[in-house]
């Protein structure tokens, strides 16, 4: 392959991770913007999210396309419950102290990997495409399924934007991040929109897996450099900012592609850790946020 | 000397020589097991220095251990330097990382900090394997037992033997003990305290809080590099592990357990959390073969418990309802 098409399928592998990157980061950065909370767990719950989708398509029989769609369904719900519980039993009771949460999800994250490895064993397992159309570019071609993928994330970030700018619901939120104890003052139930948006971010991450899935195997231990990637993006985008989310996460997948296909993997990832490190050092407010409150 | 200092230094006293004693009546396997925490103890009494004392909170101190490990093992490895220098060599790589990285990350603070080390740490975890033709990456590095020894004058010390292995683990124990002990009761100490209570007001007294939080970081940095050299020396054995943000983890957990800003907690928390990972092991073998579960899932709970219900851990505790004199 000339070098052209080979760059095109790198920048076209690039946006599939960007897609899935964004999704799993707006949850991180709804988590952090709205709570204060920096979930060490959400890894996790992406894995965890990625397992669940085997366990659910694996119960079902018949066309492939049913068991994933049940499993996209399901599996955020149940991801979502664990979220529940985690946040009621464990962060609500540390009063979302940063420090402590932090401490407490570092733990999370142990426990819910090992019960994983338990229940679901050291196995690496694939769940099947619901389609295996393939697009047939002039040089190569491509798996339709991945271009849903990017199509799915970028419909999914549209409802997010609109659940938050537009409706009430997302007005309760700003409103929380902006000023929790004014928005008490109000009327809302603070505490009650923190336990939800944990669920929610943890189900952005579970609906990250699900649709990974078919292009990369569920493992127990999956969880890891995603989470990495999404520290990076939600630091890179401005922390609890949407649009900087979005935008991050289209550098750094798309980059991340290119320069694995032509450079080592191992020092882009060391490459892309410092420099966000040094963001954080000199810029804490990130390149696109604007200064924190 | 008043009253609480004497009862203070009786009981380092007597921790050292309870130690001391221990190395004759121990049975082999425990013995083993002591040593390895002796110096596991100091890795968490430099980590407890920078976050019980100082306040602050960092995830990662495995960079510092590595360092230790890595700047004593790469020369003895590959230049087979003897073992009183590459100690040298592992203590002042990490006293001079300690040094870089505290310049950029105390710029940061609470959560921003603890997210800037847990990267520099990860640079460092990637760094073992991109230059994994010297480390060779997981699979680690072996020091051979006959590199492993001092000779002064005409006798050696063999560092591989149990005796001299534990009794030179406990010699830097106790001076790491003694060090820090003298450090937290120093001016240098209660500044410390001062800055992770209220650093606004500490500055607004006039003193330097950055100065003082870098000297805090590279003091820490410097005991765990210490820690990390001694290691490798005694135990001939580096790999990739100790770089990763386990090792990060772990020091915070024993420091929790043991209790945060008191001198002796970091060593009550690793013997604590050895056992407990070590007989845990028999006992979910026993009552729940099948089960994958490894000590991970033991340290997991072990956090949110403490982080939970007792966040000032054992002998913060301890202090708080009996033992007010308690360093």
Same mark, same amino acid.
């Given at each position: 392959?000339?070098?052209?098409?080979?760059?095109?399928?790198?920048?076209?592998?690039?946006?599939?991770?960007?897609a899935?990157?964004?999704?799993?980061a707006?949850g991180?950065?709804? $988590?952090?913007? $709205?709570?204060?909370? #920096?979930?060490?767990?959400?890894?996790?719950?992406?894995?965890?999210?990625a397992?669940?989708?085997?366990?659910?398509? +694996?119960?079902?029989?018949?066309?492939?396309?049913?068991?994933?769609?049940?499993?996209? /369904?399901?599996?955020?719900?149940? /991801?979502?419950? $664990?979220?529940?519980?985690?946040?009621?039993?464990?962060?609500k009771?540390?009063?979302?102290?940063?420090e402590?949460?932090?401490?407490?999800t570092?733990?999370?994250?142990?426990?819910?990997?090992?019960?994983?490895?338990?229940f679901?064993?050291?196995?690496?397992?694939? /769940?099947?495409?619901?389609?295996?159309?393939?697009?047939?570019?002039?040089?190569f071609g491509?798996?339709?399924?991945?271009?849903? /993928?990017?199509?799915?994330?970028i419909?999914?970030l549209?409802?997010?934007?609109?659940?938050?700018?537009?409706?009430?619901?997302?007005?309760?939120m700003?409103?929380?991040?902006?000023?929790?104890?004014?928005?008490?003052a109000?009327?809302?139930?603070?505490?009650?929109?923190y336990?939800?948006?944990?669920a929610?971010?943890a189900?952005?991450?579970? #609906?990250?897996?699900?649709?990974? #899935?078919?292009?990369?195997?569920a493992?127990?231990?999956?969880?890891?450099d995603?989470?990495?990637?999404?520290?990076?993006?939600?630091?890179?985008?401005?922390?609890?900012?949407?649009?900087?989310?979005?935008?991050?996460a289209?550098?750094?997948?798309?980059?991340?592609?290119?320069? +694995?296909v032509?450079?080592s993997?191992?020092?882009?990832?060391?490459?892309?850790?410092?420099?966000?490190?040094?963001?954080?050092?000199?810029r804490?407010?990130?390149?696109?946020g604007?200064?924190?409150? | 000397?008043?009253?609480?200092?004497g009862?203070a230094?009786?009981?380092?006293?007597?921790?050292i020589?309870?130690?001391?004693a221990?190395?004759?009546?121990?049975? @082999?396997?425990?013995?083993?097991?002591?040593?390895?925490?002796?110096?596991l103890?100091?890795f968490?009494?430099?980590?407890?220095?920078?976050?019980?004392?100082?306040?602050?909170?960092?995830?990662?101190?495995?960079?510092?251990?590595?360092?230790?490990?890595?700047?004593?093992?790469?020369?003895m490895?590959h230049?087979?330097?003897?073992?009183?220098?590459?100690?040298?060599?592992?203590?002042?790589?990490a006293?001079?990382?300690?040094?870089?990285?505290?310049?950029?990350?105390?710029?940061?603070?609470?959560?921003?900090?603890?997210?800037?080390?847990?990267?520099?740490?990860?640079?460092?975890?990637?760094?073992?394997?991109?230059?994994?033709?010297?480390?060779?990456?997981?699979?680690?590095?072996?020091?051979?037992?006959?590199?492993?020894?001092? @000779?002064?004058?005409?006798?050696?010390?063999?560092?591989? @033997?149990?005796?001299?292995?534990?009794?030179?683990? %406990?010699?830097?124990?106790?001076?790491?003990?003694?060090?820090?002990?003298?450090?937290?009761?120093?001016s240098f100490?209660?500044?410390?305290?001062?800055?992770?209570?209220?650093?606004?007001?500490?500055?607004?007294?006039?003193?330097?809080?950055?100065?003082?939080? %870098?000297?805090?970081?590279?003091a820490s940095?410097?005991?765990c590099?210490a820690?990390?050299?001694?290691?490798?020396?005694?135990?001939?054995?580096?790999?990739?592990?100790?770089?990763?943000?386990q090792?990060?983890?772990?020091?915070?957990?024993?420091?929790?357990?043991?209790?945060?800003?008191?001198?002796?907690?970091?060593?009550?928390?690793?013997?604590?959390?050895?056992?407990?990972?070590?007989?845990?092991?028999?006992? %979910?073998?026993?009552y729940?073969?099948?089960?994958?579960?490894?000590?991970?899932?033991?340290?997991?709970?072990?956090?949110i418990i403490?982080?939970?219900?007792?966040?000032?851990?054992?002998?913060?505790?301890?202090?708080d309802?009996?033992?007010?004199?308690?360093?």
């Amino acid at each position: 392959m000339a070098f052209g098409p080979h760059l095109i399928l790198a920048t076209l592998e690039g946006l599939v991770t960007s897609a899935v990157l964004a999704l799993m980061a707006l949850g991180l950065s709804l $988590v952090f913007g $709205v709570m204060r909370v #920096v979930n060490v767990a959400h890894g996790e719950f992406y894995m965890l999210g990625a397992v669940l989708a085997w366990a659910i398509a +694996s119960a079902f029989g018949g066309h492939p396309s049913i068991g994933f769609l049940a499993a996209l /369904v399901i599996s955020p719900l149940i /991801v979502g419950g $664990v979220a529940l519980v985690a946040d009621r039993l464990v962060l609500k009771r540390l009063d979302y102290n940063p420090e402590a949460t932090i401490v407490a999800t570092i733990g999370l994250l142990y426990i819910l990997q090992q019960v994983a490895l338990t229940f679901y064993g050291p196995e690496a397992r694939p /769940v099947q495409a619901p389609f295996t159309y393939r697009v047939s570019l002039p040089w190569f071609g491509y798996s339709g399924y991945k271009l849903a /993928v990017i199509g799915a994330s970028i419909l999914l970030l549209l409802a997010t934007w609109f659940v938050l700018s537009r409706t009430r619901i997302g007005m309760i939120m700003r409103a929380t991040q902006y000023d929790s104890e004014t928005a008490q003052a109000f009327g809302i139930p603070v505490g009650r929109v923190y336990t939800g948006v944990f669920a929610v971010g943890a189900m952005l991450a579970a #609906v990250a897996a699900v649709l990974i #899935v078919p292009i990369s195997q569920a493992h127990y231990l999956m969880g890891r450099d995603p989470l990495l990637l999404s520290f990076i993006v939600v630091i890179i985008g401005g922390l609890g900012s949407l649009r900087g989310t979005v935008v991050a996460a289209l550098l750094i997948g798309v980059s991340d592609g290119i320069i +694995s296909v032509f450079f080592s993997p191992t020092l882009a990832k060391i490459i892309a850790t410092f420099v966000v490190a040094m963001v954080l050092v000199f810029r804490p407010q990130g390149l696109f946020g604007t200064a924190a409150r | 000397m008043t009253g609480r200092d004497g009862k203070a230094i009786a009981l380092h006293g007597g921790v050292i020589a309870a130690l001391f004693a221990l190395n004759f009546v121990l049975p @082999e396997y425990h013995h083993g097991v002591l040593a390895r925490v002796l110096v596991l103890a100091v890795f968490a009494m430099g980590y407890n220095l920078l976050f019980g004392y100082a306040g602050l909170l960092s995830l990662g101190h495995a960079m510092f251990f590595a360092a230790g490990l890595y700047g004593a093992g790469l020369p003895m490895y590959h230049f087979g330097w003897g073992v009183l220098a590459a100690f040298l060599s592992g203590l002042s790589a990490a006293t001079i990382l300690a040094f870089v990285i505290g310049m950029l990350a105390l710029r940061t603070k609470g959560v921003a900090f603890m997210i800037v080390t847990m990267m520099f740490a990860q640079v460092g975890y990637l760094l073992v394997y991109y230059f994994g033709s010297w480390t060779r990456g997981d699979e680690g590095l072996v020091i051979q037992q006959h590199a492993r020894a001092i @000779e002064i004058g005409a006798t050696t010390l063999d560092l591989t @033997e149990p005796t001299t292995r534990y009794m030179t683990a %406990l010699f830097l124990f106790s001076v790491v003990l003694l060090v820090t002990f003298a450090l937290v009761r120093s001016s240098f100490g209660r500044v410390l305290i001062a800055i992770r209570e209220n650093e606004e007001r500490t500055r607004m007294l006039g003193y330097d809080t950055f100065a003082n939080k %870098l000297v805090a970081m590279v003091a820490s940095g410097a005991i765990c590099g210490a820690a990390g050299a001694a290691y490798l020396i005694l135990f001939g054995y580096v790999g990739s592990t100790f770089a990763s943000i386990q090792y990060s983890i772990l020091p915070l957990l024993w420091v929790l357990l043991g209790g945060a800003s008191t001198t002796l907690g970091p060593l009550v928390g690793t013997v604590l959390m050895f056992y407990l990972i070590d007989g845990s092991g028999d006992l %979910l073998k026993t009552y729940a073969p099948g089960w994958n579960i490894s000590h991970l899932g033991i340290v997991g709970a072990a956090l949110i418990i403490l982080v939970l219900f007792f966040p000032k851990g054992i002998l913060g505790t301890i202090r708080d309802r009996w033992a007010r004199w308690l360093p």
